[in-house]
């Protein structure tokens, strides 16, 4: 039996069937930057895409979809900027509450390759990741005084006026 949760194995059952599908679905994997491939692996993954359906109470079906929402953003399927709309589609949710999972699925799942993810999708898609694709709510978790100053933005070093 197939997991649900499981960004890989999700669609086994088809994939399994067919060859051509099943390498082109690793050929995708294995182009992409590692730490990628270790959310789309990780039994974390599959444990915080179970929290989010049981927190927000989808059904199976629902769940099925949500995982294959995230797989289709890690592989670069779908455009990042684009989660909120394909949420509320693939679910069949209202917008606000595709957004809230949106948000979850953001800042719970996708935070820790979320810059690699950015960057894959505006060398495939040609545009950044709209702002809507990160959490709303959440502001920087970092108080000002301890986030890291920019002493030589250039990395340069003036060594014509050291003493």
């Given amino acids: 039996m197939r997991n649900i949760y499981s960004p890989i194995e999700v669609d086994d059952d088809s994939l399994l069937l067919d060859d051509e599908k099943h390498e082109l679905f690793y050929s995708k994997i294995n182009a992409l930057p590692q730490n990628i491939q270790d959310l789309l692996f990780s039994l974390d993954t599959e444990d915080k895409l179970k929290n989010i359906a049981v927190q927000t109470k989808l059904n199976q079906n629902q769940s099925i979809e949500l995982t294959r929402l995230v797989r289709d953003v890690l592989i670069n399927e779908i455009y990042l900027g684009d989660i909120i ?16 999972i949106a948000n979850q699925i953001v800042s719970v799942i996708l935070a820790p390759a979320l810059e690699d993810i950015k960057k ?44």
């Fill in 85 to 100: 709309k394909e949420s509320q589609k693939r679910l069949v949710v209202s917008e606000e509450f595709a957004r809230e």
């Fill in 120 to 163: 894959i999708h505006v060398e495939k898609f040609g545009r950044p990741a709209a702002d809507v694709a990160t959490p709303s709510n959440s502001k920087s978790q970092i108080p000002e005084r301890d986030k890291p100053q920019i002493i030589n933005p250039g990395n340069i070093v003036n060594l014509r006026n050291k003493n």
